[in-house]
């Protein structure tokens, strides 16, 4: 399905989820690309955001696919595409570049904005969480957010999408209480600004900022 923009996105899944307007929910932005539909969504269901930071870890045995990434604390989340015995195979032949990738990647989060300067993680529990993404072909940044989420206790977590392929749906339904989303994508080697007929007009920094003002706006 093709967009005349995110913000539009962001409006027709505000109407599926609209059960979730003023419960205190938290939208839990997947991907730095999707900020512009999650924040139309949040404006719209008066909800919080959380974005979340990651760098992602190249699989040295194969570059085009990543092997895990490194949260904002310092933590490895192996892709859930690669099974742990094929990690440790790769991991046998390549420990020390893996290791100083890993060095690297957290070094780089490290340099970046934090995009969630007020967020007390602690918020996760007892509210509901809304993972939220405009297109997502690969379930990859699910598992970093599930390995986020596991510390806390929420009172449900659910799944928000425009543009989802099949197999990332069926992981979205295993980790949370359901997912919602727009259409179905075959495999597809398009990138996320192919679906919409406008770009966004803000940065990067911009739409953070935008993110942090609408949570501070329902603190």
Known sequence: MFYPNRQVLGDQLAE???????????????????????????????????????SEIQDPFDITRSLGAITSKGEFVLNPDISQSEYDYIN??????????K?????????????????????????????????LKTSFQIQVASNILKAYAPTMIVGVCGNITSPVSDKFQMETS????????????????????????????????????????WS
């Open 16 to 54: 599926k989820a609209i059960q979730f307007k003023d419960t205190d929910s938290i939208i839990f932005c997947l991907k730095k690309s999707s900020l512009l539909s999650c924040i139309e969504l949040a404006a719209d269901l008066h909800a919080y955001i959380y974005i979340l930071q990651y």
């Open 92 to 101: 046998m032949d390549f420990r020390s570049v893996i290791e100083e990738r």
């Open 103 to 135: 060095r690297v990647a957290f070094s780089e989060i490290n340099g970046e904005r934090d995009p969630n300067p007020n967020f007390d993680l602690a918020a996760f529990n007892g509210r509901n969480i809304i993972l939220h993404a405009d297109v």
């Open 178 to 217: 359901g997912v919602t989303y727009m259409d179905i994508l075959p495999n597809t080697f398009f990138d996320d600004d192919h679906y919409f007929d406008q770009q966004d007009p803000y940065t990067e920094d911009e739409k953070i900022s935008m993110a942090n003002n609408i949570s501070l706006y």
